[in-house]
T-cell receptor, first 109, second 115 residues
């Protein structure tokens, strides 16, 4: 069982819809990343957070440390948001990264 | 120029061949990582290095070796490639951010196909 679980695995939305992607993890962490991987493969970091909430444009990330849960929200979704979104947690004495399997999002015009 | 550069971006090779994937960075980060990505699986750690003299195995190091030639360079070798090493390989770098959390930067990936 992966210690970082994401849901849903696949998501299709109409342009303009509000989107939520969830990430749950099983052990204590020092921080959590949300990553975006576009077709073609490149991975970029969207957010790093250890508490509360962060916002960048139409993207909002929240984390609840007590519940071991984070969400990534996309408001007013657009086809260019189509990508795989990956949750990664940082934990352990070496601050290692552990990755979820990703959520594949397709936004239809 | 990209902060983290991987070469080659694509490679097709035959079983038994030796392959090297190279990674160089201009971020000035001490920590470097090699991951592989397979469909349906999360990124899995092959090797990591916290400085030039520090090399550590990750969860799937068998069949791979690495060399940290300098702070900016970290190469991954497959001594005798096999088909199940066909995957997308990522190099990444990190440094400790404020509050102890690490900032992570990825290369563009190297797609390896072993026939």
């Amino acid at each position: 069982k992966n210690e970082v679980e994401q849901s849903p695995q696949n998501l299709t939305a109409q342009e303009g819809e509000f989107i939520t992607i969830n990430c749950s993890y099983s052990v204590g962490i020092s921080a959590l990343h949300w990553l975006q991987q576009h077709p073609g493969g490149g991975i970029v970091s969207l957010f790093m957070l250890s508490s509360g909430k962060k916002k960048h444009g139409r993207l909002i990330a929240t984390i609840n440390i007590q519940e071991k849960h984070s969400s990534l929200h996309i408001t007013a979704s657009h086809p260019r948001d189509s990508a795989v979104y990956i949750c990664a947690v940082i934990r352990g004495p070496g601050n290692q990264f552990y990755f979820g399997t990703g959520t594949s999002l397709t936004v239809i015009p | 120029d990209a902060d983290v550069t991987q070469t080659p971006r694509n490679r097709i090779t035959k079983t038994g061949k030796r392959i090297m994937l190279e990674c160089s960075q201009t971020k000035g980060h001490d920590r470097m990582y090699w991951y592989r990505q397979d469909p349906g699986l999360g990124l899995r750690l092959i090797y990591y290095s916290f400085d030039v003299k520090d090399i550590n195995k990750g969860e799937i190091s068998d069949g791979y070796s690495v060399s940290r030639q300098a702070q900016a360079k970290f190469s991954l070798s497959l001594e005798s490639a096999i088909p199940n090493q066909t995957a997308l390989y990522f190099c990444a770098t990190s440094e400790r951010g404020r509050g102890g959390a690490n900032v992570l930067t990825f290369g563009a990936g190297s797609r390896l196909t072993v026939l």
